[in-house]
């Protein structure tokens, strides 16, 4: 409440500097969220989109509107700005741009919560596909797990024996490997198992307890996307949806 109020005070009221005003706008919205006020978060909201008005890239714009929008557990009214601004969210970038990229993410996962699959698998194949090798590895490493879970909701069976080959190397030659992509990886082999060392009525009970366990020692790897709470939704056959907004 603090912070809020020391940026209507000292940044967002007759600011003239663009650029900070933004970001002010952008911080003071998301606040409100958090502090659940909604009528505040709009109308910070609202300030931002007038300041972007003729701007090309709006992509702080973009991702303020849908945090706000998930911070409310209003996952329709999320993708629905993405639906409305699908275009703008799908152009192509002359250079890396690091907010557009967490807003692909964003985009992914509001879409997954949504049920809408193949437009989940849209925007985190365009995430991986204009993330350059060397820029935001944490996130990359997580998107590549990301769209096996992805792949697991289409049922793409053919497939998924590929993307978990391809993700383990990445994960390899990167030496990245966190203790919750491993247990992902185990659950995925273990379903591609002829003899299972897991009977398939215990495998999401299983992921999701091993899940659970990982998240109080490692709760950054949950942070774009809670595997857990996916995994808890599948074994209790319920919506994710249901789950991640409880």
Same mark, same amino acid.
């Given at each position: 409440?603090? @912070?809020?109020?020391?940026?209507?005070?000292?940044?967002?009221?007759?600011?003239?500097?663009?650029? #900070?005003?933004?970001? %002010?706008? !952008?911080?003071?919205?998301? #606040?409100? %969220? =958090?502090?659940?006020? !909604?009528?505040?978060?709009?109308?910070?909201?609202? =300030?931002?989109?007038?300041?972007?008005?003729?701007?090309?890239?709006?992509?702080?714009?973009?991702? $303020?509107?849908?945090?706000?929008?998930?911070?409310?557990?209003?996952? !329709?009214?999320?993708?629905?700005?993405?639906?409305?601004?699908?275009?703008?969210?799908? /152009?192509?970038?002359?250079?890396?741009?690091?907010?557009?990229?967490?807003?692909?993410?964003?985009?992914?996962?509001?879409?997954? #919560?949504?049920?809408?699959?193949?437009?989940?698998? /849209?925007?985190?194949? /365009?995430?991986?596909?204009?993330?350059?090798?060397?820029?935001?590895?944490?996130? =990359?490493?997580? %998107?590549?797990?990301?769209?096996?879970?992805v792949q697991?909701?289409?049922?793409?069976?053919?497939?998924?024996?590929?993307?978990?080959?391809?993700?383990?190397?990445?994960?390899?030659? /990167?030496?990245?490997?966190?203790?919750?992509?491993?247990?992902?990886?185990?659950? #995925?082999?273990? $379903?591609?198992?002829?003899?299972?060392?897991?009977?398939?009525?215990?495998?999401?009970?299983?992921?999701?307890?091993? @899940?659970?366990?990982?998240?109080?020692?490692?709760?950054?790897?949950?942070?774009?996307?809670?595997?857990?709470?996916? !995994?808890?939704?599948? %074994?209790?056959?319920?919506?994710f949806a249901?789950?991640?907004?409880?």
């Amino acid at each position: 409440t603090e @912070l809020l109020e020391l940026l209507k005070t000292c940044e967002v009221k007759g600011n003239e500097n663009t650029s #900070i005003l933004r970001n %002010a706008l !952008a911080n003071a919205a998301v #606040i409100s %969220a =958090q502090l659940k006020n !909604a009528e505040s978060a709009f109308e910070y909201l609202s =300030q931002l989109e007038v300041c972007f008005i003729g701007s090309e890239n709006q992509w702080l714009l973009r991702s $303020t509107a849908l945090t706000v929008f998930l911070l409310q557990k209003n996952n !329709a009214a999320a993708y629905a700005y993405i639906t409305e601004h699908k275009e703008d969210l799908t /152009r192509s970038e002359s250079e890396f741009d690091i907010r557009a990229s967490h807003v692909l993410f964003q985009c992914a996962v509001v879409c997954f #919560i949504q049920e809408e699959f193949k437009e989940s698998e /849209r925007f985190i194949q /365009r995430f991986l596909q204009s993330t350059p090798s060397n820029e935001l590895l944490h996130l =990359q490493c997580i %998107a590549q797990v990301f769209n096996l879970i992805v792949q697991i909701e289409l049922n793409n069976e053919r497939y998924i024996p590929y993307a978990l080959r391809n993700v383990q190397r990445f994960l390899i030659t /990167r030496n990245k490997a966190f203790e919750g992509e491993k247990k992902i990886f185990q659950f #995925i082999n273990e $379903t591609l198992k002829k003899r299972k060392s897991i009977e398939d009525k215990e495998l999401w009970g299983w992921l999701e307890n091993e @899940l659970l366990a990982v998240k109080k020692t490692d709760p950054l790897f949950f942070t774009y996307f809670d595997f857990h709470k996916w !995994a808890k939704a599948r %074994a209790s056959k319920t919506s994710f949806a249901s789950v991640v907004f409880e």
